[in-house]
């Protein structure tokens, strides 16, 4: 039968604005984070990670903030260019010690 | 520095063919991930290796098989193709036993009918 495929969140933003992306995980015992870039027909691409132990993350134009509390995790990206059009995973280290993703969200970027 | 190879890029089997998706790393990582990503959802763990000479079942093993010839390769193999099996397959390696970091190939196209 025909395969209808879900969905996935979009984010829409304008050239230079800020994006932020956000993730809700489910296991309140994960460790360890990590945010992948899948640009078109292409492999996903390590971003950013960031272990339990800390709150807030940056690297390049790229700040992960993780809270615990809530069992959320976001991505923001600074300055938005449109090189970084892509849809955006993050995932967590599960309970089997793997890493678990989520669906995924596009990142859509205006010029 | 090729990073994660895979071979071939596109492929298209007819239902209850078989056929084995070939990967290859050049960085000298311990731990190699078979992975497959349908439309609209995040990657699932078919099959992994630890380390060269083990290997162990991920989230959704069914229909497949893995060996781990080497440091290098991690091969996938389909024994008899289903249509359910169309996906996007890729392939990883990582420093790490929990794939923090991991390297990802391009990925096969993979579409049974």
């Known amino acids: 039968g025909e395969n209808v495929g879900l969905h996935l969140p979009t984010l829409s933003v304008q050239e230079g604005d800020n994006s932020i992306i956000n993730c809700a995980y489910s296991?309140?015992?994960?460790?360890?984070f990590i945010w992948y870039k899948q640009e078109s027909g292409k492999g996903p691409q390590f971003i950013i990670d960031?272990?339990?132990?800390?709150d807030k993350r940056q690297g390049q134009r790229v700040t992960v903030l993780l809270n615990k509390t809530v069992k959320h995790l976001s991505l923001q990206i600074a300055a938005t260019q449109p090189g970084d059009s892509a849809v955006y995973f993050c995932a967590e280290k599960g309970q089997g010690g793997k890493l678990i993703f989520g669906q995924g969200t596009e990142l859509s970027v205006k010029p | 520095n090729a990073g994660v190879t895979q071979t071939p890029k596109f492929q298209v089997l007819k239902t209850g063919q078989s056929m084995t998706l070939q990967c290859a790393q050049d960085m000298n990582h311990n731990s190699m991930y078979w992975y497959r990503q349908d439309p609209g959802m995040g990657l699932r763990l078919i099959y992994y290796s630890a380390s060269e000479g083990t290997t162990d079942k991920g989230e959704v093993p069914n229909g497949y098989n893995v060996s781990r010839l080497n440091k290098r390769e991690f091969s996938l193999r389909l024994e008899s193709a289903a249509p359910s099996q169309t996906s996007v397959y890729f392939c990883?390696?990582?420093?790490?036993?929990?794939?923090?970091?991991?390297?990802f190939g391009q990925g096969t196209r993979l579409t049974v009918v």
């Open positions: 296991n309140s015992a994960s460790d360890y």
């Open positions: 960031i272990r339990s132990n800390m």
């Open positions: 990883a390696s990582s420093e790490w036993v929990g794939g923090e970091r991991a390297f």
